[in-house]
């Protein structure tokens, strides 16, 4: 086509962002007008970066990120795929070395009216004004067609569209400039205030490259600015909008981006709600609708569905029927859609939502070459995912890591280290199988969003170990409660920061010595002896930690009794919850503190105290047990709060759900008989005691989870003492306690459940007996059956690492 077609002066092309048929046009166009430079709508910021498009590293969907240097998290994205027109021309300007440019309003001050309009719209909001409208061109121009949907209207008249073929490579162009010249006289600026300094500035750039070259000059830009671009207007007007605007200082650099970011789902607003399709629409050489169903087919057999060539003939001819009854030119994606439904997968949805997550949208993640600008931080980080063979990937993942493994331990320290500084690139979730502490799993998906948290995380460092140590030394400094200094610990400690751990120490130490809440010390407690086992399957010197563990079980051992006198029925129920928690991470420390010390032993084999291992006055390297004060270790922090149990048991101030519990915690451990226990509930299930107190001592004996069903199940003395109780409680208080007894038998699991209903239901007696029996606990035989219990001895020897030489007797202490 001659340029006599075109109207005088620069060559404007309206596009639609990310529209494929406006990159075909796009394509067309230039290769049929050959300008001598290339204007395109973005940030002017980012024209030293435009050589990078042309690294065959460089493979969209990529962004320009620009960010405030002062502030990285106040930033903006300008995304580009493979089918952008803007993308089309910045590479059709490199392969002919023409010059490329963009002509937007700069970012720095972009980023600073998107400040100054967050703020009006908080101001809006308190004085109760709504949102402006704003004109949707699309929309208008559909309405005004007698199409009732802009997406598909656009589709049949633009991205539907093949190559030219001989036709008019500038008729598209100049037909959407008239149709936005009419909506521009019509709407004005359509409610977009910000377009007319956009606008302005666009202008005030055209006009400098027709100075240097002349009307040679085509622009790319959203097809709403054309009427603006071509009207006539003074350089002085346009320079007195941009006058006085504020500015922000601000980086910019290549990052990846998704197809998934690219969907309108994901809130970009110039996105696509299917961006796999549109990739395909211009990808595609011919038959797009054949192409991409056969695409679909080979997705539907990879998971294993059974699909054949005659499915998709039949899909094929089912989606173009659909368009002819429709009067589309091209089946698009609603008639394929309904095509797949109906042929591939059988009418069910299911199988369609996997056509739609992976082949619609996609998961594709753009790539960005080294040599693109990035905070030191972001080259590091980098440098660890290689290292560490963790490329990141836009398709959710589970990873499973072993922590015995150097390369493993490698990637959860890095994981932490992350999420320490904001950038939540996995979340850890419960490990499938093994649920030791030398197993992760964690699930990954990066977006793009977080190289802008890797931009803010600069701030505190160049390196990930580095910015990682430095936020925690800070967050400990400007922690507020004990729980969360305690948190911090454990999180220094999964990330390997033991540069940290001093800082944090100290700042435990001091929060510890100055809190008195019991409730907040128990909380922090088990966080703490999470970390020491942590410690150990990382090899992490945690000495100072234990020596802070054991200084502050002491302290819940004093304050606890206390602390559970007069407490109403809310406030037990949250008590219990922290003695079963400092239960749990007295047994713990006890494990640890004991491995600590069997590894810690004199020439002659004898255990000395360490600066980890001793209590408080032990004097290091000399044999435990001689210490000034006696020392702490574990045998006596598992006696101690042995003691407050008993305490807490024998104490009518003591609610009865904390009652009940203590002697359920002292049972478990041995140092209550069941005669002892048994005694202890029929002086609690007596006619003196009210009710509502009786059935709170049963919650907290029998539930919480923890085995209680079973333990009725198993000694029916307990459950006999609880079927006389509840079946003499009066009526006028069966209603009180009822709630109570609900919230407890429900926990069991329903096979529990159902075999206390079949003993209650026999009579005493028999209860005891069972069917054909003389005594003892149904299922159970009147005495150990040593042939079968000596059956397990050869696995044990084999998870114990023995061998075949150790006495039974040896065996069975080892495994205690």
């Given at each position: 086509m001659s340029d006599t077609a075109r109207r005088p002066g620069p060559l404007l092309l309206g596009v639609r962002h990310h529209g494929p048929g406006s990159a075909r046009a796009v394509r067309a166009a230039l290769a049929a007008a050959r300008p001598k430079a290339v204007l395109i709508e973005g940030p002017p910021e980012a024209d030293a970066l435009i050589p990078l498009a042309a690294d065959p590293r460089m493979r969209p969907p990529v962004a320009l990120l620009a960010h405030a240097v002062d502030d990285p998290g106040r930033s903006a994205f300008w995304p580009f795929a493979d089918f952008s027109p803007e993308w089309v021309a910045v590479c059709w300007a490199l392969e002919h070395e023409v010059p490329a440019r963009f002509i937007d309003l700069p970012a720095t001050h972009t980023l600073a009216l998107r400040k100054a309009a967050e703020e009006a719209a908080d101001d809006a909001d308190e004085c109760g004004a709504g949102p402006r409208v704003r004109v949707d061109p699309l929309g208008a121009l559909a309405e005004a067609a007698g199409h009732d949907d802009p997406e598909r209207w656009w589709e049949d008249v633009v991205e539907h569209r093949g190559g030219a073929g001989g036709r008019d490579v500038f008729a598209p162009f100049a037909a959407v400039e008239e149709a936005m010249t009419a909506l521009r006289e019509t709407y004005g600026g359509g409610g977009r205030d910000r377009d007319l300094v956009r606008e302005a500035h666009m202008r005030i750039r055209l006009r400098a490259a027709r100075r240097e070259f002349g009307d040679e000059v085509a622009v790319v830009c959203g097809a709403w600015h054309v009427p603006a671009l071509r009207a006539r207007g003074s350089g002085a007007a346009d320079r007195e909008l941009l006058k006085g605007l504020p500015r922000i200082r601000t980086d910019m650099t290549w990052v990846p981006w998704t197809n998934r970011r690219l969907a309108r789902a994901s809130g970009y607003g110039a996105g696509i709600d299917s961006p796999g399709w549109y990739g395909h629409l211009f990808r595609a050489p011919d038959r797009p609708v054949e192409r991409w169903l056969t695409r679909v087919a080979g997705l539907l057999r990879e998971e294993d569905r059974i699909v054949s060539s005659a499915h998709v003939i039949e899909a094929v001819r089912l989606a173009e029927a659909l368009a002819v009854l429709r009067g589309r030119p091209l089946p698009g994606l609603g008639e394929t859609t309904d095509a797949v439904r109906a042929v591939l997968c059988e009418g069910s949805d299911v199988p369609l939502a996997l056509v739609h997550d992976r082949l619609v949208v996609g998961d594709v993640l753009g790539e960005v070459p080294e040599s693109a600008p990035a905070v030191p931080l972001q080259r590091d980080l980098a440098r660890e995912q290689r290292r560490l063979r963790l490329k990141p990937e836009a398709l959710e993942r589970e990873l499973d890591l072993d922590l015995r493994k150097e390369t493993d331990a490698g990637r959860s320290r890095l994981l932490h280290r992350l999420r320490l500084l904001g950038v939540g690139w996995g979340e850890q979730v419960r490990s499938r199988g093994s649920t030791g502490t030398f197993r992760e799993t964690w699930r990954l998906c990066w977006e793009p969003e977080l190289s802008v948290r890797v931009a803010e995380a600069g701030v505190w460092g160049t390196t990930v170990h580095g910015a990682a140590t430095a936020r925690a030394e800070a967050d400990a400094v400007g922690a507020t409660a004990l729980a969360e200094v305690t948190a911090l610990a454990e999180h220094c400690l999964l990330a390997g920061l033991s540069e940290a751990l001093p800082v944090v120490m100290r700042t435990l130490a001091d929060r510890a010595a100055l809190d008195t809440d019991v409730g907040r010390l128990a909380q922090a407690l088990p966080a703490l002896v999470r970390s020491l086992r942590y410690g150990d399957v990382r090899g992490t010197d945690v000495g100072a930690l234990a020596e802070v563990a054991e200084g502050l079980a002491e302290r819940v051992f004093v304050g606890l009794p206390p602390a559970c006198a007069a407490l109403?029925?809310?406030?037990?129920?949250?008590?219990?919850?922290?003695?079963?928690?400092v239960h749990t991470a007295v047994g713990l420390l006890g494990e640890t503190r004991t491995g600590a010390a069997a590894g810690a032993e004199t020439a002659t084999g004898a255990p000395v105290a360490t600066a980890a291992g001793a209590g408080a006055g032990a004097v290091p390297g000399a044999p435990v047990g001689s210490a000034v004060g006696g020392g702490s270790g574990p045998r006596g922090l598992r006696r101690r709060w042995r003691a407050v149990l008993r305490t807490l048991c024998g104490r009518d101030s003591v609610p009865g759900v904390l009652r009940g519990r203590a002697v359920r915690l002292l049972l478990d451990e041995g140092e209550l008989g069941p005669?002892?226990?048994?005694?202890?509930?029929?002086?609690?299930?007596?006619?003196?005691?009210?009710?509502?107190?009786?059935?709170?001592?049963?919650?907290?004996?029998v539930g919480g989870g923890g085995g209680g069903g079973m333990l009725l199940v198993h000694d029916e003395r307990l459950l006999g003492l609880v079927d006389a109780w509840l079946t003499g409680v009066p009526a006028e208080a069966f209603t009180d306690v009822l709630p109570l007894l609900r919230r407890t038998f429900s926990a069991y699991e329903p096979g529990v459940r159902r075999t206390i209903g079949e003993l209650v239901r026999r009579e005493p007696g028999d209860r005891l007996r069972g069917p054909g029996r003389t005594g003892g606990t149904p299922g159970f035989g009147a005495e150990p059956d040593a042939g079968r219990a000596d059956a397990v001895l050869p696995v044990l020897r084999l998870l114990l690492g023995l061998d075949d030489t150790t006495s039974d007797d040896d065996l069975v202490g080892a495994g205690r």
């Open positions: 109403d029925a809310d406030a037990a129920e949250e008590m219990r919850g922290h003695v079963d928690a005669q002892e226990a048994a005694r202890l509930m029929g002086l609690v299930l007596s006619p003196g005691t009210p009710p509502s107190d009786a059935a709170a001592w049963i919650e907290g004996f």
